[in-house]
């Protein structure tokens, strides 16, 4: 707004009351006497003061002119008195009450209109213009911008004011704008509503981990009411579940795990780690049936993935029949093998990841690596969104692509097709072909971890594409690729380190140079001095014959002991041998001496029998039988045998040689034959032989 109009200005404004023309009204001006100044600007003339017009002009023509020059953009005037500063206590309570849309719409509104007013109080003073501002806004000829500032400036709670202003109106946005500025003009908030007396009964209702729906709840409310508070329809109830809280609304319909997906939540960052410092596993149940490797029946492997949290590399994996710690164990040994040593081992409370094979201080797997293990709280799955994220990015999309996936999406219909036909397969030859075998899995999952390390990966840092050129997110495999180039090398082990790694180990004590494992003694001279001391024993699951024992706090190899070295035989071979011949000798004396015997018995020959005579078959019997024996002396006594109780290991380790002496082609008696073609059928040889094959021998019950 100009609070000064050349005369060129004043005849282009159309004034009633005034020349059209830029001559005749200077003319008039030097008539009248108005209040001038030479002009500044280029072209020189006179510049004529609106205020002093103002109070010359006709009453239409000065409301044309204040319309105008309100309407006319200009600096603004240098006696606009500034508002007073707002107070500390008034920042502090802005700063703590975060204000509302319609709350900052209000105070802006009310602020634009107090500025209308000082630009017209240059000319007509404070009263006039606050007057001149109220006319104009009830006839609706305030500048457009303004008009459409009135009903927002008297709004109130959020909903659109009236379009009109009163002047005890503007007076109080004055003084508020003087005390405390701008911040004095923004409206209070509305009162929170007080609940319903109903509401805390209607909460207990729908508060239940039943989660009984609305219409339900409604039914057994009017009862739960005290005497004398009405009940409310069923859309009073929504609306005032609505205006509650998510947390309150569904606190008791979840337990306090399930709650906390609806509670605020920390991002862990993975800024300033390197690779390997901080890995991540879990075990998950695979959602397609896959042939079993003993019986071809389906079944659901487990399978266990290692992933480094920085790159979101999957460097490790193993499958099995169930989640353990051999499963676990055979997918850190793989990712240790393949990437190399990791520092921290993050995962959750699965009997797999707690159990002393792998987090026992000294002969724990972990412990052996130098990685330190950390558990997530038990029910958090929140904690470890990377390796359940993981989960469906790379296990549960590759048991989509099988015909046999039967994750909860999968059509039911189709579902129960394909296990008919897979049950008919199975009773027509013993295999189906919508089960994929063992071998093929193996392979199959080789691939698909494969393709997931190299497919482009959201959480990581966006790359230009070497091909398309278009802008996209690194994959784990190049961000690994990336730390390389950077400088990070990973800790590796050698050949030797790794295959001791894959041995259990034991704490035992050592005596006169034996140490004991439940399935046998190991004994070695090198563990003689070392008597009465704590060592680490370990073995191979699938060779008992020898055992490596090293220091307990250091680790350092002592002897690698063998099964039963110092046993020797009772007696030497030849003393035993001496002594079986001594007693055939024996027992041919007492025959002999048993034959004189019977012939003594006999008696003298009281009648003379002719050689033709015949002796009864009875006698003739019983002199072959004393002739040959003094014939053919009997054969010494084999030793006694011994059987040892048949146990299950036992008859499994029976059937086991059977069969590698059956495949050496070397000659098997007709009595093991016909006993192992009878065992071979039995469930527990199926089971047993399930166990062997996945854990070897030295898993099997005594």
Request: net charge positive.
């Amino acid at each position: 707004m100009r609070a000064w109009l050349t005369a060129s200005q004043l005849a282009d404004l159309k004034l009633p009351g005034l020349p059209g023309s830029e001559s005749a009204t200077i003319r008039r001006a030097r008539r009248e006497g108005w209040a001038a100044r030479k002009r500044t600007d280029r072209g020189g003339g006179s510049e004529y003061c609106v205020q002093s017009l103002l109070k010359s002009l006709p009453e239409g023509a000065r409301r044309s002119l204040l319309k105008a020059v309100s309407e006319t953009a200009g600096d603004k005037p240098a006696d606009l008195p500034a508002p007073a500063k707002p107070s500390r206590a008034i920042e502090l309570a802005a700063l703590a009450q975060p204000l509302a849309d319609w709350q900052l719409r209000c105070a802006e509104a009310r602020a634009a209109i107090l500025l209308e007013v000082e630009r017209l109080a240059c000319f007509v003073g404070v009263e006039g213009a606050i007057e001149e501002v109220v006319q104009l806004a009830a006839a609706g000829e305030l500048r457009p911008d303004l008009q459409e500032l009135v009903s927002a400036a008297n709004a109130r709670t959020g909903k659109e004011g009236k379009r009109t202003l009163s002047t005890r109106t503007i007076k109080r946005w004055r003084s508020l704008h003087g005390t405390g500025g701008i911040d004095a003009l923004t409206p209070a908030a509305p009162a929170p509503t007080a609940p319903p007396a109903w509401g805390a009964a209607l909460l207990k209702l729908y508060n239940t981990p039943t989660k009984r729906s609305l219409a339900a709840v409604m039914e057994d409310l009017p009862a739960a009411l005290p005497e004398g508070i009405p009940c409310p329809d069923y859309h009073a109830a929504r609306r005032f579940l609505a205006r509650v809280s998510i947390v309150d609304r569904e606190r008791g319909r979840h337990g306090p795990n399930g709650l906390l997906k609806f509670k605020g939540f920390k991002r862990r960052s993975t800024e300033g780690l390197q690779p390997l410092d901080v890995v991540t596993a879990d075990g998950h149940s695979f959602k397609a049936d896959v042939a079993h490797p003993v019986h071809g029946k389906p079944f659901r492997p487990e399978v266990c993935a290692l992933q480094d949290v920085t790159t979101r590399y999957v460097f490790g994996w193993s499958t099995g029949l169930a989640e353990s710690s051999h499963v676990v164990m055979d997918s850190i040994r793989h990712g240790v093998s393949s990437l190399g040593l990791f520092a921290l081992f993050y995962t959750d409370n699965g009997s797999g990841f707690v159990a002393k094979a792998m987090t026992a201080d000294v002969t724990g797997f972990l412990s052996r690596l130098g990685a330190t293990p950390d558990n997530s709280l038990p029910g958090r799955a929140q904690s470890r969104g990377k390796i359940e994220r993981l989960q469906s990015t790379l296990w549960k999309r590759a048991a989509r692509k099988l015909p046999s996936y039967s994750g909860r999406d999968m059509d039911g219909e189709a579902r129960r097709k394909v296990v008919k036909l897979i049950t008919k397969d199975l009773k027509a030859c013993g295999a189906s072909r919508f089960l994929i075998g063992w071998q093929d899995f193996l392979d199959f999952c080789t691939a698909e971890v494969e393709a997931y390390n190299n497919r482009p990966h959201r959480s990581l840092k966006r790359i230009h594409d070497e091909v398309t050129g278009k802008l996209r997110h690194q994959s784990p495999a190049e961000a690994l690729e990336e730390h390389r180039l950077n400088g990070w090398v990973p800790d590796t082990l050698t050949p030797e380190a790794m295959t001791d790694l894959w041995r259990p180990y034991e704490i035992r004590t050592t005596a006169r140079g034996e140490v004991r494992l439940p399935w046998g003694t190991y004994y070695a001279q090198e563990l003689v001095p070392f008597g009465g001391e704590k060592v680490r024993v370990g073995y191979d699951i699938h060779d008992g014959s020898k055992a490596w024992v090293r220091t307990l706090e250091e680790g350092r190899l002592i002897a690698i002991a063998i099964r039963d070295a110092n046993v020797v035989p009772e007696q030497p071979a030849s003393k035993v041998e001496y002594a079986r011949q001594r007693r055939a000798a024996g027992r041919e004396k007492l025959l002999t001496k048993h034959i004189e015997e019977v012939r003594a018995e006999l008696g003298p020959a009281l009648i003379e029998l002719s050689a033709e005579q015949e002796f009864s078959p009875a006698i003739e019997a019983r002199q072959r039988e004393i002739e040959a024996e003094l014939l053919h002396p009997m054969p010494a006594e084999p030793d006694p045998v011994v059987r040892q109780l048949e146990t299950r290991r036992t008859r499994f380790l029976r059937a086991l040689d059977i069969e590698e002496r059956l495949k050496a082609g070397e000659p098997v008696s007709a009595e093991d034959e016909r006993w192992h073609s009878v065992y071979s059928t039995q469930p527990e040889y199926r089971a047993t032989r399930h166990i062997y094959e996945d854990f070897g021998a030295d898993a099997l019950e005594a």
